[in-house]
């Protein structure tokens, strides 16, 4: 049996596939990374893993004169996608993926960042998102993206009500991060991150306590997702 692949894109070194690991090597695939910052980037074929993968990064899909590289892999990602392959986003990821299917990307009024639970919307309460209904999970973000077409809305939050969307069973789009909980680069997130802290009103000390607290949870829940939607491939 050839072995599966699953490639994951990495957009700064804080932010890892994490807890979401764990599924995905039980599930069979053979996990390999790549940083977007690596020479070799811009020469990866997008569309020849059995599984992409995009992890998050402070930066906005928009800022594409700054950051180069996104009008590569934004290119490279909207052949992936019109193949139908399976392809995970979360949080940049996620924007990335609504941009390559025409939609949107753009600042939010409001910084989204702690834990607390999305809402889910009909094809979510039982398919893999079932798992996260009512679980605090991280949110960390400050840009949201309109929905793009032919795709259903799995969940919301009161701030952003576009928190996740699938495309059929290989395309899933998270704005959140159900796989950050028990990660020690989670203070990184923090360091780096005080702007956003400040504009959204919360402090650092209750993200370390709530991550301690509730992280265990949320990175349980997203690994049961994470393994449904998996299964769930034609």
Known sequence: ????????????????????????????????????????????????PDLLIMMGGPMGVYEQDKYPWITCQLGRLARRLE?????????????????ALGAEVYAGPDCEVGFHPVSLH??????PLRHV????????HGDTFTLPENVELLASSPLYPHQAFRRGNHILALQFHAEMGLDPRFEAWIEGGQEAIDRAGTTEARLRADHDALGPGAVAAGQRMIAEWLEGFD
């Open 1 to 48: 049996m050839t072995q599966k692949t699953a490639l994951i894109i990495r957009h700064v070194p804080y932010e890892g596939v994490a807890g979401y690991r764990v599924p995905i090597e039980a599930a069979g695939y053979d996990v390999d990374r790549i940083d977007v910052s690596d020479a070799r980037f811009s020469s990866v074929d997008l569309a020849e």
């Open 83 to 99: 193949a139908n392959r399976p392809t995970l986003g979360v949080c940049f990821g996620s924007q990335m993926i609504a941009a």
């Open 122 to 127: 009909g094809p979510a309460l039982d398919g």
């Open 133 to 140: 209904a009512e679980v605090p999970v991280l949110h960390w």
